[in-house]
């Protein structure tokens, strides 16, 4: 059974930083591409990031060089470090990954910047 959790999510000041997890299990995420994906209140979920299966990061514009993505294999984890936090990056942080042609989400991790 496919499952990804995410953590690390948390109340931060403005110019804070976190890293956020995504642990998968019921496959190997070694071949996989995955993905961090957010969710503003009121706002449509939107791509922040992925990392193909090669380890190779893709960020969306938006990013401007504040979120590094990562993955370790062996932990079977996923990684997004956020650095320079600011208010709009508030935001349910959902991971996400496709497997045997069905796309599967966590349950998100809520970042909240306030000072």
């Known amino acids: 059974q496919v499952q990804l959790v995410e953590s690390g999510g948390g109340l931060v000041q403005p110019g804070g930083s976190l890293r956020l997890s995504c642990l998968a299990s019921?496959?190997?995420?070694?071949?996989?591409?995955m993905y961090w994906y957010r969710q503003a209140p009121g706002k449509e979920r939107e791509l922040v990031a992925h990392?193909?299966?090669?380890?190779?990061?893709v960020y969306k514009n938006f990013v401007k060089g504040r979120f590094t993505i990562s993955r370790d294999n062996p932990k079977n984890t996923m990684y997004l470090q956020i650095n320079r936090l600011k208010p709009d990056d508030k935001a349910i942080y959902y991971c996400?990954?496709?497997?045997?042609?069905?796309?599967?989400w966590g349950q998100g991790t809520q970042v909240t910047v306030s000072s």
């Open positions: 019921g496959f190997t995420i070694t071949y996989n591409d």
């Open positions: 996400s990954t496709f497997w045997s042609g069905t796309r599967y």
């Open positions: 990392i193909t299966d090669g380890d190779i990061p």
